[in-house]
Protein backbone atom coordinates (compact mmCIF):
# COMPACT_ATOMS: atom_id res chain seq x y z
CA UNK A 1 0.00 0.00 0.00
CA UNK A 2 1.14 3.77 -0.85
CA UNK A 3 2.20 5.23 2.25
CA UNK A 4 0.49 8.34 1.40
CA UNK A 5 -2.52 6.58 1.84
CA UNK A 6 -4.55 5.24 5.26
CA UNK A 7 -7.37 3.61 5.08
CA UNK A 8 -8.11 4.47 1.35
CA UNK A 9 -7.57 8.38 2.19
CA UNK A 10 -4.58 10.80 0.80
CA UNK A 11 -2.33 10.98 3.87
CA UNK A 12 -2.72 15.00 5.27
CA UNK A 13 1.11 16.11 4.58
CA UNK A 14 2.49 17.82 8.05
CA UNK A 15 2.36 21.51 8.89
CA UNK A 16 0.19 24.25 7.83
CA UNK A 17 -2.17 23.87 4.89
CA UNK A 18 -0.64 26.18 1.47
CA UNK A 19 -3.66 28.43 2.00
CA UNK A 20 -5.16 29.84 5.49
CA UNK A 21 -8.97 28.69 5.79
CA UNK A 22 -10.99 31.49 4.82
CA UNK A 23 -12.83 32.64 8.16
CA UNK A 24 -14.44 36.01 9.50
CA UNK A 25 -11.32 36.61 12.02
CA UNK A 26 -8.76 36.24 9.09
CA UNK A 27 -10.67 38.72 6.85
CA UNK A 28 -10.89 41.11 9.40
CA UNK A 29 -7.18 40.74 10.30
CA UNK A 30 -6.52 41.39 6.74
CA UNK A 31 -8.84 44.59 6.47
CA UNK A 32 -7.22 46.24 8.89
CA UNK A 33 -3.81 45.48 7.83
CA UNK A 34 -4.64 46.40 3.78
CA UNK A 35 -6.57 49.38 5.78
CA UNK A 36 -3.60 50.92 6.93
CA UNK A 37 -0.92 49.80 4.16
CA UNK A 38 -3.89 51.61 1.65
CA UNK A 39 -5.68 54.16 3.28
CA UNK A 40 -9.56 53.64 4.38
CA UNK A 41 -9.92 53.39 0.30
CA UNK A 42 -9.42 50.12 0.30
CA UNK A 43 -11.81 47.72 -2.01
CA UNK A 44 -13.05 43.80 -1.45
CA UNK A 45 -10.65 43.31 -4.67
CA UNK A 46 -8.03 44.26 -2.89
CA UNK A 47 -9.02 42.30 -0.18
CA UNK A 48 -9.29 39.48 -2.28
CA UNK A 49 -6.25 39.25 -4.00
CA UNK A 50 -3.95 39.73 -0.30
CA UNK A 51 -5.97 36.85 1.21
CA UNK A 52 -5.22 34.71 -2.61
CA UNK A 53 -9.24 34.06 -3.07
CA UNK A 54 -11.79 35.61 -5.50
CA UNK A 55 -14.19 38.95 -4.12
CA UNK A 56 -17.32 36.31 -4.01
CA UNK A 57 -15.47 34.30 -1.40
CA UNK A 58 -15.77 37.17 1.10
CA UNK A 59 -19.30 37.69 0.24
CA UNK A 60 -19.92 34.21 2.07
CA UNK A 61 -18.61 36.21 5.65
CA UNK A 62 -19.48 40.11 4.48
CA UNK A 63 -22.51 40.66 1.95
CA UNK A 64 -20.53 44.51 1.45
CA UNK A 65 -18.02 46.69 2.25
CA UNK A 66 -20.29 48.23 4.80
CA UNK A 67 -20.76 45.07 6.50
CA UNK A 68 -17.32 44.90 6.43
CA UNK A 69 -16.80 48.21 8.04
CA UNK A 70 -18.96 46.95 10.37
CA UNK A 71 -17.37 44.08 11.62
CA UNK A 72 -13.71 46.11 12.00
CA UNK A 73 -15.31 48.65 13.94
CA UNK A 74 -17.06 45.53 15.94
CA UNK A 75 -14.09 43.95 17.07
CA UNK A 76 -12.88 47.12 18.02
CA UNK A 77 -15.62 47.92 20.34
CA UNK A 78 -15.27 44.25 22.56
CA UNK A 79 -11.23 45.86 22.69
CA UNK A 80 -12.48 48.49 24.23
CA UNK A 81 -13.52 46.93 27.00
CA UNK A 82 -16.75 47.17 29.35
CA UNK A 83 -15.46 48.93 32.14
CA UNK A 84 -18.06 48.32 34.83
CA UNK A 85 -20.96 50.53 33.68
CA UNK A 86 -23.34 48.21 35.85
CA UNK A 87 -21.83 48.91 38.68
CA UNK A 88 -19.80 52.14 38.89
CA UNK A 89 -21.38 55.10 38.27
CA UNK A 90 -21.89 56.64 34.63
CA UNK A 91 -19.23 59.40 34.98
CA UNK A 92 -16.32 57.46 36.59
CA UNK A 93 -17.06 54.47 34.17
CA UNK A 94 -16.74 56.88 30.75
CA UNK A 95 -13.50 57.79 31.86
CA UNK A 96 -11.89 54.98 31.57
CA UNK A 97 -14.25 53.71 28.36
CA UNK A 98 -13.32 56.88 26.55
CA UNK A 99 -9.49 56.51 27.29
CA UNK A 100 -9.82 52.78 25.74
CA UNK A 101 -11.68 54.36 22.88
CA UNK A 102 -9.34 56.95 22.00
CA UNK A 103 -6.23 54.00 22.21
CA UNK A 104 -8.08 51.54 20.39
CA UNK A 105 -9.37 53.48 17.59
CA UNK A 106 -6.59 55.92 17.54
CA UNK A 107 -4.19 52.94 16.59
CA UNK A 108 -6.29 52.84 12.81
CA UNK A 109 -5.90 56.18 11.95
CA UNK A 110 -6.36 55.85 8.40
CA UNK A 111 -9.89 54.47 9.24
CA UNK A 112 -11.11 56.04 12.84
CA UNK A 113 -13.43 58.77 10.76
CA UNK A 114 -15.23 55.87 8.93
CA UNK A 115 -15.03 53.35 12.27
CA UNK A 116 -16.52 56.22 14.22
CA UNK A 117 -19.05 57.27 12.06
CA UNK A 118 -20.75 54.02 10.57
CA UNK A 119 -24.20 53.96 12.06
CA UNK A 120 -25.00 51.16 14.44
CA UNK A 121 -27.74 49.39 13.17
CA UNK A 122 -26.98 46.15 12.25
CA UNK A 123 -23.27 45.95 14.42
CA UNK A 124 -24.33 44.27 17.72
CA UNK A 125 -21.32 45.14 19.67
CA UNK A 126 -21.59 48.71 19.14
CA UNK A 127 -25.28 48.71 19.74
CA UNK A 128 -24.60 46.83 23.29
CA UNK A 129 -21.89 48.75 23.92
CA UNK A 130 -24.22 52.35 23.51
CA UNK A 131 -26.78 50.39 25.64
CA UNK A 132 -24.81 49.59 28.65
CA UNK A 133 -23.42 53.52 28.93
CA UNK A 134 -27.04 54.86 28.28
CA UNK A 135 -28.63 52.37 31.00
CA UNK A 136 -26.27 53.78 33.49
CA UNK A 137 -26.68 57.50 32.67
CA UNK A 138 -30.79 56.42 33.03
CA UNK A 139 -30.22 54.38 36.27
CA UNK A 140 -27.65 57.09 37.32
CA UNK A 141 -31.37 59.50 37.36
CA UNK A 142 -29.68 61.72 33.91
CA UNK A 143 -32.10 62.91 32.43
CA UNK A 144 -33.04 60.49 29.04
CA UNK A 145 -33.65 63.27 26.45
CA UNK A 146 -29.89 64.31 27.46
CA UNK A 147 -28.54 60.71 27.31
CA UNK A 148 -27.72 60.26 23.92
CA UNK A 149 -26.35 63.93 23.24
CA UNK A 150 -23.94 63.47 26.11
CA UNK A 151 -22.72 60.38 24.40
CA UNK A 152 -22.57 61.71 20.92
CA UNK A 153 -20.60 64.92 23.02
CA UNK A 154 -17.93 62.34 24.66
CA UNK A 155 -17.71 60.24 21.52
CA UNK A 156 -16.97 63.78 19.38
CA UNK A 157 -13.94 64.56 21.78
CA UNK A 158 -12.60 61.20 21.81
CA UNK A 159 -12.36 61.09 17.92
CA UNK A 160 -11.02 64.17 17.50
CA UNK A 161 -8.41 63.65 20.36
CA UNK A 162 -7.28 59.95 18.56
CA UNK A 163 -7.02 62.30 15.57
CA UNK A 164 -5.00 65.07 17.36
CA UNK A 165 -2.37 62.04 18.69
CA UNK A 166 -1.33 62.18 15.37
CA UNK A 167 -0.21 66.04 15.10
CA UNK A 168 3.23 67.04 16.13
CA UNK A 169 3.27 68.26 20.17
CA UNK A 170 3.36 72.06 19.15
CA UNK A 171 0.66 72.18 16.89
CA UNK A 172 -0.19 75.21 17.89
CA UNK A 173 2.83 77.31 18.33
CA UNK A 174 3.50 80.24 16.33
CA UNK A 175 6.11 79.45 14.69
CA UNK A 176 6.70 83.34 13.08
CA UNK A 177 8.24 86.62 14.64
CA UNK A 178 8.16 90.35 14.11
CA UNK A 179 10.53 92.33 12.98
CA UNK A 180 11.97 92.86 16.55
CA UNK A 181 12.21 89.14 17.06
CA UNK A 182 9.11 89.55 19.26
CA UNK A 183 6.30 86.81 19.04
CA UNK A 184 3.64 87.09 16.48
CA UNK A 185 0.99 86.06 18.97
CA UNK A 186 2.69 86.20 22.27
CA UNK A 187 -0.15 85.50 24.68
CA UNK A 188 -0.65 81.57 22.53
CA UNK A 189 2.98 81.12 22.62
CA UNK A 190 3.65 81.60 26.24
CA UNK A 191 0.05 79.56 27.21
CA UNK A 192 1.60 76.70 24.29
CA UNK A 193 4.47 76.69 26.13
CA UNK A 194 2.78 76.83 29.42
CA UNK A 195 0.62 73.55 28.56
CA UNK A 196 3.73 71.88 26.89
CA UNK A 197 6.06 72.27 30.21
CA UNK A 198 3.09 70.76 31.93
CA UNK A 199 2.74 67.76 30.02
CA UNK A 200 6.48 67.37 30.67
CA UNK A 201 6.72 67.73 33.92
CA UNK A 202 3.53 65.17 34.54
CA UNK A 203 5.98 62.58 31.95
CA UNK A 204 3.15 62.90 29.26
CA UNK A 205 2.77 63.99 25.33
CA UNK A 206 0.94 67.40 25.26
CA UNK A 207 -1.88 65.01 23.00
CA UNK A 208 -1.95 63.09 26.08
CA UNK A 209 -2.69 65.96 28.97
CA UNK A 210 -4.79 67.71 27.05
CA UNK A 211 -7.08 64.62 26.35
CA UNK A 212 -6.86 63.85 30.14
CA UNK A 213 -8.07 67.45 30.75
CA UNK A 214 -10.34 68.08 27.96
CA UNK A 215 -12.63 64.49 28.96
CA UNK A 216 -12.28 65.63 32.87
CA UNK A 217 -13.94 68.90 32.05
CA UNK A 218 -16.34 68.02 29.94
CA UNK A 219 -18.00 64.67 31.61
CA UNK A 220 -18.31 67.41 34.88
CA UNK A 221 -19.63 70.20 32.43
CA UNK A 222 -22.34 66.92 31.13
CA UNK A 223 -22.61 66.10 34.45
CA UNK A 224 -23.69 69.76 35.17
CA UNK A 225 -26.17 70.03 32.51
CA UNK A 226 -27.92 66.96 33.70
CA UNK A 227 -28.61 68.37 37.07
CA UNK A 228 -29.92 71.50 35.58
CA UNK A 229 -33.42 71.14 35.68
CA UNK A 230 -34.36 73.47 32.63
CA UNK A 231 -31.93 71.30 30.56
Known amino acids: ?79 VGDHGFADRPWYEAIIDWATDYRDTFGSHPALIAELATMPVAGEPESVADYERIAASMVRGGYPEQLVVPAIVAIESF ?28 PVLARTELAARTRADAAGQTPALATFEFGLRALVAGLRAAGEDPSA
Not at 29 to 50: C, M, Q, Y
Not at 168 to 178: C, E, I, K, W
Request: charged fraction near 25%; charge should be negative.
Open 158 to 185: VIGAALDALAPDDNLRPHTALPDGSDVA
Open 1 to 79: MCEDVMDGQPKRGAGRPRKAVLSESLILAEAFALAEEGGADFTFAALARRLGVQPSALHHHFHGRDALIAGMRGQLTLR
